[in-house]
């Protein structure tokens, strides 16, 4: 049974947690990226910050190798950044764990995390990590689920924005939520949850309706 676990990893020695306390916001991870090196990759948005202070900002952290602008406007603004691996071991021993991060929040504090781990075990295994270096581990919520993340072809992310669209009402008429409530609700940006429940209604119809059909 698998355990999903929400959490904190709170430490000023984050990966760009210098950046979210210059510009006194929050950055939102939309995915990690995986490239030929052994530094890892991620693409993260920030809203209602100027372009030229972010990536001033950017410059100055020493986790930061290096970035580049994929949109860039005061409305809301999406980087991929190439981090140091020494400032990036708890977000290794993620990966080695084989888990399935679903989402993630950068503050001058931390980092807010939305993880699906293969068991407990490995979840015990990972707050022993944390205890053991300079990372304080607090755990919000957590729950156990016999849902893999291919039910129905659905990713977890998938899944947890649909639940959460349909818990707020954002598919009854007229709508209870938009996309900003969904938004706020996980944490992600408006275009993160679009497309999740995009593709995500999209693996609903082809694992359900349109398999009678085929």
């Known amino acids: 049974m698998s355990v999903i676990c929400e959490f904190e990893l709170q430490s000023a020695d984050m990966p760009l947690c210098a950046v979210a306390a210059e510009l006194n916001t929050r950055l939102i991870v939309d995915t990690v990226v995986s490239g030929t090196t052994d530094e890892p990759a991620l693409v993260f948005s920030a809203t209602g910050v100027e372009p030229d202070a972010l990536e001033s900002a950017l410059l100055g952290d020493e986790s930061v190798v290096e970035f580049v602008a994929m949109d860039s406007a005061i409305v809301e603004s999406r980087y991929r950044v190439v981090l140091d691996t020494d400032y990036v071991e708890m977000y290794t021993q993620l990966v080695d764990r084989q888990t399935y991060p679903m989402g993630a929040l950068v503050t ?27 990372v304080t581990f607090r755990p919000h919520r957590l729950c156990e689920t016999e849902h893999g993340g291919d039910d129905y072809g659905l990713t977890a992310p ?57």
Do not use: M, N
């Open 108 to 134: 001058e504090h931390g980092w807010k995390v939305s993880t699906q781990f293969a068991d407990r075990a490995d979840l015990e295994a990972f707050r022993d990590t944390c205890q053991s270096s300079s």
């Open 158 to 214: 998938q899944r947890e924005a649909l639940l959460a669209a349909h818990r707020l009402g954002y598919f009854t008429v007229p709508r209870g939520a938009d996309l900003k409530d969904l938004s706020a609700e996980l944490d992600a940006t408006t275009s993160a949850i679009s497309e999740r429940l995009r593709r995500g209604t999209e693996q609903l119809i082809d694992h359900t309706i349109a398999s009678s059909e085929q």
